[in-house]
């Protein structure tokens, strides 16, 4: 498996409350990408990077901030949870050639009641 | 960005051939056709693409229609770990990043 994990991987926070996801990756790979999934939805793409400290927005970013201050870890943070970002989270990673498939962690399910 | 349109679900029998279609009428000349798929519980995983010619690796086989309208998803012996739901994606120039996944072909496999 690519080197990529996500922490955590369970959380259940209150409305209103700051919650970061961390996305660590071992491959030195360039991109990285950070996607919500939702039952009827399918993935969507909220965040992604391509490059330190360069960063854009994707299909759901608003409530979203990112950081990516080296280049294997890309942080997203929910400044102020809300109910409707309770969602599974994946982070994915890969070099960006064409050869270079995505690679995706095993996700974190966040629960904001 | 072209669509894709694909299935929402199918069934195969274990051991059987499976063929998953996807409809891309839209496509562009420098679209890539990038297949995924989603084990339950887990992140999504490469599976094949491809641009004009159809393409073989260990999991499965891309045909690719000559009008490249549409392009088929061959898993030639169906296990129970095939069980997942499959995504078809266009994306343009070939990179893998920035995919836009759809809701996908849910598979389902029985034994």
Redesign the interface.
Known sequence: DAGITQSPRHKVTETGTPVTLRCHQTENHR?M?W?RQDP?H????IH?S?GVKDTDK??VSDGYSVSRSKTEDFLLTLESATSSQTSVY?C?I?A???D????????TRLTVT | DAKTTQPNSMESNEEEPVHLPCNHSTISGTD?I?W?RQLP??????VI?GLTSNVNNRMASLAIAEDRKSSTLILHRATLRDAAVY?CILNYG???????????TKLSVKP
Request: charged content about 10%; cysteine-free.
């Open positions: 991109y990408y996607y009827g399918g993935l969507r793409l992604y391509y994707g299909e994946f994915a890969t960006g050639t064409l270079s498939p995505l690679h995706f962690g095993n996700g | 890539y990038h995924y519980s887990q992140g999504p995983e490469y693409h995504y070939g990179s893998q990043g920035n995919l836009i996944f759809g809701k996908g």
